[in-house]
């Protein structure tokens, strides 16, 4: 049974960086994508970034200036890092494993997810 | 605001058929995937871009897409259905993903 357990500091202070730890057991990183979400308190969904195994990646364009995605596929592992934080990156950050297809198109879906991380920006 | 636009609050009586709606430009070009959320729970995939359900989603949920708009339709709603769904795809550059504001499902 595949897992996602995201792991990292539940409090950062605005203006640090966010580093969060995403392990995946019961199955391996490699030939998947990967793909951090995150939801506000009482607010919607947010799609962060998604990266494939061999590191390309795909950032969220109000948020690629600040953030950065990577895996580690000796730890079956893959992190986030949100810098300059602010009050407002208050929110459950979630991962999820990202389906892909193609036909006409490229599509991406999330199948499988984390039970998501609370992470509270404050000073 | 999102480019992918959901109807916040939807209400069906028990047993009856509902349909939630995603509005948005990519929609002309593009499938959307549904996500299924509950309270305090991480969201569950209930329908992915090819209009399939994953194993274990019971079949009273399909998805459809017409024009501009993407559909998730549960045919004899449950109790348990009562939740969030949010539907995704690519925005209108059609280079990044993106989730439609949500609409909170009550069951009565």
């Known amino acids: 049974q595949v897992q996602l357990q995201e792991s990292g500091p539940g409090l950062v202070k605005p203006s640090e960086t966010l580093s969060l730890t995403c392990t995946v057991s019961g199955d391996s990183i490699s030939s998947y994508y990967w793909s951090w979400i995150r939801q506000s308190p009482g607010k919607g969904l947010e799609w962060i970034a998604y990266?494939?195994?061999?590191?390309?990646?795909n950032y969220n364009p109000s948020l690629k200036s600040r953030v950065t995605m990577s895996v580690d596929t000796s730890k079956n592992q893959l992190s986030l890092k949100l810098s300059s934080v602010t009050a407002v990156d208050t929110a459950v950050y979630y991962c999820?494993?990202?389906?892909?297809?193609?036909?006409?198109?490229?599509?991406?879906?999330?199948?499988?997810w984390g039970q998501g991380t609370l992470v509270t920006v404050s000073s | 605001s999102s480019e992918l636009t959901q109807d916040p609050v939807v209400s069906v009586a028990l047993g009856q058929t509902v349909r939630i709606t995603c509005q948005g430009d990519s929609l002309r070009k593009y499938y959307a995937s549904w996500y299924q959320q509950k309270p305090r729970q991480a969201p569950l995939l209930v329908i992915n871009p090819k209009n399939n359900r994953p194993s274990g989603i019971p079949d009273r949920f399909s998805g459809s897409s017409s024009g501009n708009t993407a559909s998730l339709t549960i045919t004899g709603a449950q109790a348990e259905d009562e939740a969030d769904y949010y539907c995704n795809s690519w925005d209108s550059s059609g280079n990044h993903l993106v989730f439609g504001g949500g609409t909170k499902l009550t069951v009565l």
């Open positions: 999820a494993r990202t389906g892909y297809y193609s036909d006409s198109s490229a599509y991406y879906f999330f199948d499988l």
């Open positions: 990266i494939y195994y061999s590191g390309s990646t």
